[in-house]
Each structure stands twice: as structure tokens, then as C-alpha cells.
């Protein structure tokens, strides 16, 4: 019987550049690594992106990589630095590219981007295997750890040992912005200026009183404009960074305390994990997957912030080759690498189909790369989608704890930027997923809940770093809340409550 295709996770600000490579690269990497090809779908939809997998294959490919990590936990070490080696190598290509975009010919221009898909691809090839090892029901590395912990009777050191020591680039950015901040705070009249005045006009006062400071803060933009980005922007502007500021001031932060904390936090649990390690009395193998699994929480992050700075990057390619074909930024988003090579070849486009794909999208990976637009894809959809029943009609939903603690707020269900808006401080932020562009309202929010993830999702792992209570994989979260609703969010059993 041909198993149907059924929801597997959502994300949001998305298009078909650069979300097509994946099904491929998750296709080709387990072919090649596993020998079980595991297939996946998607479907976007007003820049909204689902995905979709078989099950059953699903869990084979998972199985398959357990056992090949069972076998030799190196084997996932491998992984990890592969992946961060492709996707550095990813980074300085996409670099290249964009200096020389504008002034080279049709030909070079489709080779830089053939050349970024095949690195893009191989990126994925690797960087999947962490979600086929350990998310939603499939979760290796998480119940391994449970076990080897609960064994011992210290099960509640599970976050602990799970914190990576590595920072994240977003992490990198905020602690690089509080330095800039103590420099603003040593000069009262520039930090009554950024108290005062909007984010724009602070900018043009910092500008003419301290071109040291202002050269400084654009540094930090160059620098770190792209963390945000995720999939397709657009990158973070100066007055951004100028509203991070302002909020820095809002919230009265000090910033040499926040900085010496979290410095001296770091050491502490460095020392903790490693006394830890020595007190378990933990089998070659069992150490092993511990610091795996500590580890994998940080290349996975690491995975999506390399990717998201070489798609900053290409976005240069991506407009070069749009003012060729007289196609917007947009349009170029939705075409393939095929017709790419053959629209610079001939300057033709079939704009029709972009328009069709502008509006609804499928793109499947199994025998055969299928891709499908308009009606056409509905129609599909509808035969070969499982619609999964869901029980709404309940007070309460369990998931996984991500960072543990207890608190009571007001529901806001934030899934993309252009939802920020309805966030205040101290409310409790629901999503079907989070990703570094909705940091602005994760930084104001008491608790985080999500529909989906797992240890090495990207809700985990900034829930640690900010200290906030954190529910993941509550799978109805964002449908049986509602904005404006009071809950309880009881990070310490891992269920949400409404009051």
C-alpha cells in the first residue's frame, strides 16, 4: 500500500529558493550515509511553508542512523564537523559570488548559482541527519540520555549536561551589542539621547557626536546583519540594532553585570558538566552520546545560522540575476536550478508558472522530484495529503520541558515577524515553530510554547540561553490557544494549562 504523505513541521517567511534543495539533500545524504533514501515534501503557501513526510520511511531512516551511531558514536562526530566544514565553505563561495555578481556574464552568473545549489544541497545532506535522529516521535538522543541518567537517579541534571558551551551567533550578537552598550552608557549626554529619541534620529546624533562609537556600531551591523535572516531576509538594518539598543535601556540593563555574569555562568557550568561527567561513572559509550547529544543541540543551530549567512549572501546572485530576466527578487525565489541555467541561456521565463508557484507550491522528493503549482498542486495535495483529526476541545496538552520553571501570562500567538507587533513583556509567546527572525518578541516573553521540537530545536536552545521557562512539541499548542487567553505554562512536568 502507498503510504500518504502526512504534516511533519511549519515555518513561515519562506520561499522556494533555498527550501527546494532540502528535500534533495536529505534525499541524497541518507542514500549516501544510511542507505535508506528518506523522502520529504513541501508545500508553501503564501510564504508559508509545511512540510511533509512518510512516516514509516521516516522512522526507517532514523533507525538506520541509530543503529549506525550505536554501532560507533563517531560516526555522528563526523557528521558534526562535516556539517560545519560544508557550511563554511558554503559561506566563503556565497561571499565570492556576491562581489562579482553584478559584472559577470549569463554564463558565470548560472554557474555561481548551480554551484551554490550543489553546496546548498550537500549543507542538507548533512545538517538533516540531526532532525532524522532526534525530533517530534523519533528522539534518540534525547531518550538515550533520559535513560543513561534516570539509570543513576539524576534524571534532573538532564538541561544541565544538554546546554552546549559554544555560543550561537544570535548569542554572539547580543553579547557583542551589550559591550557596545557599556561604551553608550559611559557618555550620559549619547545614552539620554538613545533613551529620548526614536531609533532613526539617535543614528543621526551618534553620527556627529562620536564617529568612534557610531564607526563601532556599524561594525556590529556589518557584522551581524545577517543573524535574522533565516531564509530570505531581509537583513537586519542599523535602526534595528539602534531598537535593540533602546530596548537595552528600557529594560535597564547593565550591561558589565550581564556580561560578567554570563561569563562567569559559562565557567560555572563548564565545571559543573565536567564534574558531572566524573561523578556518573559513565561507560565509554554512555559519555559518548552525552556529549552528542550536548553537542547536537549547538550544530544545529550552527547548521541553519552557516546556511542563513550564505543565503544572505547569494541574495546579491539572486537580484543580478533577476535584473537580467527583468524578474523582482521574489520572482527569481520561485524557480528552479534548471530554469535558471535556461532562462540565462535564453532569456526566457515562464512568468505565468512563477505567478501560479507565487500562490501555492508543491514540491516532492521521493523516486522522482515532483513539482506541482496552482490547481494542479491542490489537486494533489488533497489525494495524497493525510488530514490528521485533532482533539481541540481540551484544557490542557503535554510536551517536552526545554528549560524548566513555572508561570502564569497571556497567550500570544506570534508564527512570523509581521505578528511581533501584538507581543508586550511578560506575555507568554505560542508558536508552531520559532526561528531567529521572531527574537525580538522571544526576548519579551515570560515562557515559550511550540507546537513542534525537540532537544536541538531552535525554541530549546534559546530558551536556555535566556533563562526562560520552555514547553516544545505540545503538537495543538497554537491551535487550542488563543490570543488573549490566560494559561498556565508548567515547565517543570511539560504541560500547558489553561486557567
Not at 43 to 66: C, M, S, T
Request: glycine share 6%.
Amino acid at each position: 500500500m502507498n503510504e500518504k504523505w502526512s504534516q511533519f513541521a511549519n515555518e513561515y517567511v519562506v520561499s522556494l529558493f533555498p527550501t527546494y534543495m532540502l528535500p534533495e539533500g536529505l534525499f541524497q545524504g541518507t542514500q549516501k550515509w544510511l542507505g535508506v533514501p528518506v523522502n520529504i515534501a513541501l508545500k508553501i503557501e503564501d510564504e508559508a511553508i509545511v512540510w511533509y513526510f512518510k512516516p514509516r520511511n521516516w522512522k526507517q531512516g532514523h533507525l538506520a542512523l541509530v543503529k549506525k551511531i550505536q554501532a560507533r558514536p563517531e560516526f555522528l562526530r563526523n557528521i558534526y564537523r562535516e556539517m560545519e566544514k560544508s557550511g563554511k565553505l558554503q559561506i566563503i563561495f556565497a561571499k565570492k559570488a556576491a562581489k562579482q555578481a553584478a559584472d559577470a556574464s549569463n554564463r558565470k552568473l548560472n554557474g555561481f548559482y548551480q554551484k551554490f545549489v550543489s553546496l546548498n544541497t550537500q549543507a542538507y545532506g548533512y545538517g538533516l541527519m540531526l532532525p532524522l535522529l532526534d525530533y517530534q516521535e523519533t528522539t534518540f538522543l534525547s531518550d538515550e540520555l533520559h535513560a543513561i541518567l534516570k539509570k543513576r537517579g539524576k534524571d534532573n541534571f538532564f538541561n544541565l549536561l544538554t546546554t552546549p558551551l559554544q555560543e550561537t551567533n544570535v548569542k554572539r550578537q547580543e553579547l557583542a551589542l551589550l559591550k557596545l552598550y557599556a561604551r553608550i552608557r559611559q557618555k550620559p549626554a549619547l545614552h539620554k539621547l538613545l533613551r529620548r529619541l526614536p531609533a532613526k534620529d539617535f543614528l543621526a546624533k551618534l553620527a556627529e557626536a562620536d564617529k568612534k562609537l557610531y564607526a563601532a556600531f556599524n561594525t556590529h551591523v556589518k557584522r551581524f546583519c545577517w543573524v535574522y535572516y533565516v531564509y530570505q531576509g531581509p537583513a537586519a538594518s542599523p535602526v534595528y540594532f539602534a531598537e535593540l539598543l533602546k530596548d537595552l535601556t528600557e529594560k535597564n540593563t547593565n550591561p558589565r553585570k550581564d556580561l560578567t555574569g554570563h561569563a562567569a555562568e559559562k565557567v560555572l557550568l563548564a565545571k559543573q558538566q565536567k564534574q558531572l561527567l566524573e561523578n556518573l561513572g559513565l561507560s565509554p559509550y554512555e559519555r559518548k552520546i552525552v556529549l552528542l547529544a550536548r553537542d547536537g543541540v549547538f550544530y544545529k543551530a550552527l547548521r541553519r545560522e552557516l546556511q542563513s549567512c550564505s543565503y544572505y549572501y547569494m541574495e546579491a546572485v539572486l537580484k543580478a540575476i533577476g535584473k537580467r530576466l527583468d524578474l523582482s527578487l521574489s520572482q527569481v525565489r520561485l524557480m528552479l536550478a534548471k530554469e535558471v541555467e535556461h532562462a540565462l541561456k535564453t532569456k526566457q521565463t515562464k512568468t505565468n508558472l512563477l505567478n501560479q508557484r507565487a500562490e501555492l507550491v508543491y514540491l516532492e522528493r521521493a523516486q522522482t522530484t515532483k513539482c506541482l503549482s496552482g490547481k494542479q498542486a491542490a489537486l494533489y495535495l488533497k489525494a495524497n495529503i493525510k488530514q490528521e483529526k485533532l482533539n481541540l476541545n481540551v484544557a490542557e496538552a503535554a510536551g517536552t520541558v526545554a528549560y524548566p520553571g513555572k508561570i502564569k501570562g497571556t497567550v500570544k500567538i506570534i508564527n512570523t515577524p509581521k505578528e511581533m507587533g501584538k507581543m508586550c513583556r511578560g506575555d507568554i509567546l505560542v508558536a508552531q515553530t520559532t526561528n531567529p527572525n521572531l527574537m525580538p518578541a522571544i526576548r519579551q516573553a515570560a515562557a515559550i510554547v511550540t507546537d513542534e521540537g525537540g532537544l536541538t530545536c531552535h525554541a530549546a536552545i534559546v530558551s536556555r540561553e535566556l533563562k526562560i521557562p520552555c514547553v516544545v512539541g505540545v503538537k495543538i499548542a497554537s491551535k487550542f490557544l488563543k490570543d488573549g487567553l490566560r494559561i498556565l505554562v508548567d515547565a517543570q512536568k511539560g504541560i500547558v494549562k489553561k486557567l
